[in-house]
């Protein structure tokens, strides 16, 4: 049964969203940038009201239950038993991963990515004085699309450079769709040790995973995972709730993390606001449910989107979508460059998608990505109009 309701059309023009008023024109249908079009879990939405309903916003002490709920929501919910002692916290998942960079490598250092990869990749590596050294994924085609596989000898090969210090592991990937197995990332963490990188895994995405597929946290696997890792992660991306700026960070390392606890003292992102808290410890205790309805939703916005293509766009082909909201399709059979057909789409379709080289110029070029994560009507109206550029 349904207790929510995903359908609902909410008007987010002139709200200063990112997403939506990023273009004056109140006509584009924005299918782009990674956040959600559906309301927050009524569980968040009436704690935040009782914060709100108190009046005074100082500064916020980061309260045990938070602690609490994340790590009773992840024992629960994926079977990783974390400590309290190994958790710190800050302001997102990407200014974690940028403090985590700054306290494990040195300037001139290189760190490892598998691209095409989320774009803020590259400016936190870089943002460090950091070498971006990429190891591609390898395209993998299927009966009913495509997908993804680990080139194991080039990711070796890549390990195995001496200035090579970390590996940023996106699980689920963004924008590939895979949610890796148990057996790549014990494999990937195999061959990390052997060259001695260590392992940073950006895991915001974990909660959205579509049926038959399942999450595995990269520290949960083994011993010698943890050891070697660093996770960075969130409620913000599964529950709508990003804005409000909060991320965890896990090491069960005390010295990997007094680098980066001063890390994030040094980048400023220290502190957080009177809601964050608040908002991610209701998920993780309270929200169940309602991520449980959320990725049955979301599936059924991918197989309507596959149906779509196979009927009326035969000749794109579509990612396998194990994990995330995010569609990865093939477009070089328009014989259309990524950014020339995105900016078509923009302006001729009024519909706005991401361009796949924001993902990585060799391995993004001739794709795009889409958002799914809207009310059907809406997404099938997105997919009519870019049927409607590329068949006028």
């Not at 969203?17 to 584009?28: A, L």
């Not at 895991?203 to 399942?214: A, D, S, T």
Request: aromatic residues 10%; hydrophobic residues 40%; charged residues 20%.
């Amino acid at each position: 049964m349904n207790n929510y309701n995903f359908d609902e059309l909410v008007e987010r023009k002139n709200t200063n969203s990112y997403k939506w008023d990023e273009h004056d024109d109140p006509d584009i249908i924005p299918l782009w940038v990674a956040d959600m079009d559906f309301k927050a879990a009524p569980c968040i939405i009436n704690a935040l009201q009782q914060r709100l309903d108190h009046g005074v916003f100082g500064y916020t002490f980061v309260p045990e239950s938070y602690y609490e709920a994340v790590i009773n929501w992840f024992s629960q919910r994926h079977g990783w038993e974390i400590q309290r002692s190994w958790m710190l916290y800050t302001t997102g998942v990407v200014p974690a991963i940028s403090a985590v960079i700054k306290a494990l490598t040195q300037p001139g250092d290189a760190v490892l990515v598998q691209s095409p990869v989320y774009n803020c990749f590259f400016s936190s590596i870089r943002n460090n004085q950091c070498h971006v050294v990429e190891s591609p994924l390898k395209r993998v085609d299927t009966s009913d699309g495509f997908t993804y596989e680990v080139d194991w000898d080039d990711f070796e090969k890549q390990c195995a450079d001496p200035h090579v210090k970390l590996f940023l592991l996106c699980n689920p990937h963004n924008p590939a769709g895979r949610v890796w197995t148990r057996d790549e990332l014990q494999r990937m963490n195999d061959i990390c040790l052997l060259h001695g990188v260590r392992v940073l895994a950006d895991e915001i995405h974990c909660e959205l995973v579509m049926p038959g597929y399942q999450y595995t946290p990269f520290a949960s696997i083994s011993q010698a995972c943890l050891d070697n890792s660093i996770t960075c992660g969130s409620a913000s991306k599964s529950f709508n709730i990003a804005g409000l700026q909060m991320a965890h960070i896990i090491s069960n390392n005390s010295e990997t993390r007094r680098l980066i606890d001063r890390a994030i003292n040094i980048n400023e992102v220290c502190d957080v606001n009177p809601f964050a808290p608040i908002a991610q410890q209701t998920a993780y205790n309270e929200g169940g449910e309602w991520i449980d309805q959320l990725c049955d939703y979301l599936y059924n916005n991918k197989v309507a989107l596959c149906q779509f293509f196979t009927q009326e766009l035969s000749e794109l082909k579509v990612a396998r979508l194990e994990g995330t909201y995010l569609v990865w399709v093939d477009i070089r059979a328009t014989g259309l460059a990524s950014d020339e057909l995105t900016k078509r789409l923009l302006e001729e379709g009024k519909v706005q998608v991401n361009s796949g080289t924001m993902y990585g110029n060799k391995t993004g070029e001739g794709y795009i990505r889409i958002n799914i994560a809207c009310p059907l009507s809406r997404l099938m109206e997105g997919l009519r109009r870019i049927k409607q550029v590329l068949r006028p």
